[in-house]
């Protein structure tokens, strides 16, 4: 097995012999799954062993990073992969160089394996937005794993890697990691470097982690995380890390599907149970996050998006006869369906004489939402909500549309526009499939996220989808 018995990854890729059989078993199984748009373990060398490194980097949580597999979501860098984002525009371009984040863990001694699915650009919830390849859920192939970084954590329900990264802009780790039962860290934004994650909504997105162990996860975390020089919005602060006391929970959740309610109230009983105390709390403004969330996010892309016009690099209409019809059919062509309204809406909310009533407004939405989150940190150490009102939802069933989607981020959301860390982890099985809740901290409280979910594991103990039960070498 890949597995050990305690759930950690025990099959280390530091032989030829080790690497080939794990290639073949993972092809095999990701037929079925469709999580990496590229698979190729033998594309990179493992890091050189070092003594040093190892003794730094795994004493704390006592799981050696060496050998591991780590699977890369496909809009973050690295070097001698492809770099598509999940898009027709990018399908035949190759990374130049490898993001901060992913060097400093193949520095510590994992191997990159491969790049996984996204919703094209970071933009959707389920990843079937993507321009490449549908994505399922590996507790039932007729769900979609979450988006947007579906690939990631369909590869570690699967058992197909102890850990992958992701990005997260709105709630694009946390809801697939709940819809597929496996942790999802969003860190406090700026806390891992940015440079090499491909731009979407610069000041909301970032990169993090899925796994399916919390000792593995607050291990990766702890090398990817540090200031770059690279990027100029990463930085180090004070970890956040007082006692847990005091849980706040959001009063009576609207619009929450039947599965997901009784998991968020087994939750509350289940934190109650540990001994927690537990603090009922109103937000209001919480309606306005997703009209601020979506404004931002719109705005910031269709500046970021801008740089693809079909010129210096990316998919080129080759029969264009001027520039200007060049870069029109070109983005017409490369682009889907829902980055084109996310650009169209963005470029919208900034024209002169819009920005003052939506743009400006968004912003000042924003900066009120931080300080409630300050006022209710005050009251309490973390805060719970859900993480997605419904559990993973079937592809192509009607039961979810792109406006439904996108009004049910609110909850994952809240954490991007306000900075603050999240973390979502399993807290039961309905109707034979994963519900997830999420932890919320205050800025550099991912400390405060681990000790909790640790915690909350003695009530439930997470387990893979039944794909990992096949990861024996050789079936």
Not at 63 to 72: A, I, R
Not at 128 to 137: E, G, K
Not at 419 to 438: K, N, R, S
Request: aromatic letters at 10%.
């Amino acid at each position: 097995m890949f597995w050990d018995e305690k759930g950690h990854w025990e099959y280390k890729l530091d032989s030829q012999e080790k690497i080939t059989a794990y290639a073949s078993q993972i092809r095999n199984t990701d037929r079925r799954i469709g999580a990496f748009l590229e698979f190729d373990p033998q594309r990179l060398k493992p890091a050189a062993a070092d003594s040093s490194r190892q003794g730094n980097n795994t004493e704390a949580a006592g799981q050696s990073l060496e050998g591991l597999p780590l699977g890369v979501k496909d809009n973050i860098a690295v070097e001698g992969f492809r770099l598509t984002c999940g898009s027709k525009i990018l399908s035949d371009y190759s990374s130049p160089y490898t993001a901060t984040a992913v060097q400093k863990l193949i520095d510590a001694g994992m191997v990159v394996v491969g790049k996984t699915n996204l919703d094209e650009f970071g933009m959707g919830s389920s990843t079937d937005n993507s321009a490449l390849q549908r994505t399922h859920n590996p507790w039932n192939t007729a769900y979609v794993a979450g988006g947007s970084s579906g690939g990631s954590a369909a590869a570690v329900a699967a058992g197909l890697v102890p850990c992958a990264l992701g990005s997260d802009t709105g709630g694009s780790i946390r809801q697939p990691a709940s819809f597929c039962g496996v942790y999802g860290l969003k860190p406090t934004y700026g806390s891992v470097s940015r440079f090499g994650l491909v731009s979407y909504a610069s000041s909301l997105e970032g990169i993090g982690l899925l796994t399916s162990s919390l000792s593995l996860m607050e291990n990766v975390y702890s090398v990817m995380k540090g200031e770059d020089v690279h990027d100029q919005t990463s930085g180090s602060g004070e970890p956040c890390t007082a006692d847990i006391r005091r849980i706040g929970t959001l009063r009576e959740p609207e619009g929450l599907a039947s599965g997901v309610r009784r998991g968020y109230e087994k939750t509350i009983a289940g934190l109650k149970q540990l001994g927690y105390e537990i603090v009922e709390f109103e937000l209001p403004i919480l309606d306005y996050v997703i009209p601020s969330y979506y404004t931002i996010a719109s705005a910031e892309s269709s500046a970021n998006l801008a740089r693809y016009a079909g010129i210096r690099y990316g998919y080129r209409n080759e029969m264009a006869e001027d520039p200007r019809e060049l870069t029109e059919t070109s983005r017409d062509e490369g682009f889907g369906q829902e980055v084109k309204m996310r650009i169209l809406l963005g470029t919208f909310v900034l024209r002169s004489g819009f920005q003052e009533q939506y743009y400006i407004r968004a912003q000042k939405i924003r900066t009120a939402l931080r300080k409630h989150l300050d006022q209710l940190f005050s009251e309490v150490d973390l805060i719970m909500l859900p993480t997605f009102p419904v559990q993973a939802f079937e592809h192509d069933s009607g039961d979810m549309d792109q406006f439904q989607q996108k009004v049910a981020d609110k909850f994952t959301a809240t954490a991007n526009l306000a900075g603050i860390p999240a973390l979502a982890f399993p807290v039961g099985i309905e109707d034979q499939l994963p519900v997830g809740m999420q932890f919320l901290a205050p800025m550099h409280g991912e400390q405060r996220l681990f000790r909790a979910a640790e915690s909350y594991s003695r009530i439930f103990s997470p387990r893979l989808s039944p794909f990992a039960n096949t990861g024996r070498i050789g079936e």
